[in-house]
């Protein structure tokens, strides 16, 4: 009961941060390189920082003659037990390398990651693959690529990179920082991603469809937003309550 309390008010709060529309459009005109890519795979694809952080070229399947006979592009979450080396599997599978089955500290999270890198940068990494785990069944999924803006970022990118190159807190420093300078106010991934299931609920995607774009697993997290959505209604239609009334008058 207590995980699932703190799961809600985990949510509740990512709901609470969302982009407003004039930030998004801040962001979007402000960002550049690998910064506005990262930006654009959270809110256009909605996806969890776990998801971007692993995603490679592999998983993207853009192409003209498919999209104009199928209806759309997508990029494909893979199932669980997919062999990876990018740097988040990599520092995953260091860690398991080297710890013990005792409680461990952030400090020892943090000076474990230092040695990652340092002996990733000398190549003599203990370790040369991890598996990526998705964070539960309905995560592995398509998420369609319906948007120009985020078609050519992808492409503009994966013609460059293979991965991003990246691990989470890397992600998410860059969020806060970049967020920060252009709006005044601390982002972090997850805040982008509750944008776009707002948007999408504004859009009037049903809550089933919704599920299978965010991958989520229940209807609880999927209701919160429709309940946002709800309570936005209301407070739109008391702000035209005026408008409203000198029509029918």
């Not at 998801?51 to 209806?71: A, F, N, P």
């Not at 669980?80 to 740097?87: A, E, I």
Request: proline letters at 2%; a positive charge.
């Amino acid at each position: 009961m207590i995980k699932i309390a703190h799961r809600k008010d985990e949510v509740q709060h990512a709901k609470d941060d969302k982009l407003e529309l004039h930030e998004i459009k801040a962001l979007m005109h402000n960002l550049k390189g690998s910064h506005k890519f990262i930006f654009t795979a959270l809110l256009y694809g909605g996806m969890r920082v776990g998801e971007l952080v692993h995603m490679r070229s592999s998983w993207i399947h853009i192409d003209d003659e498919y999209s104009e006979s199928q209806g759309y592009n997508y990029i494909q979450i893979p199932f669980k037990g997919q062999k990876c080396d990018c740097d988040q599997c990599l520092l995953n599978a260091y860690i398991s390398h080297v710890r013990d089955d005792q409680e461990k500290s952030k400090e020892w999270y943090r000076n474990v990651r230092a040695k990652f890198y340092m002996l990733k940068g000398k190549g003599k990494l203990p370790v040369s693959e991890g598996l990526w785990r998705p964070k539960s069944k309905k995560s592995s999924r398509r998420i369609p690529i319906l948007m120009d803006e985020f078609r050519d970022e992808l492409l503009s990118f994966y013609s460059k990179h293979d991965s991003l190159g990246m691990i989470r807190q890397q992600v998410g420093e860059i969020v806060k920082r970049e967020s920060n300078t252009i709006l005044g106010r601390h982002l972090y991934p997850h805040a982008i991603r509750a944008t776009t299931a707002s948007l999408w609920v504004d859009s009037g995607l049903n809550i089933t469809s919704l599920m299978k774009t965010m991958g989520w697993e229940t209807m609880n997290t999927a209701q919160i937003y429709i309940d946002a959505s709800d309570k936005q209604a209301i407070e739109d239609a008391q702000r035209k309550a005026s408008v409203f009334e000198q029509l029918i008058n």
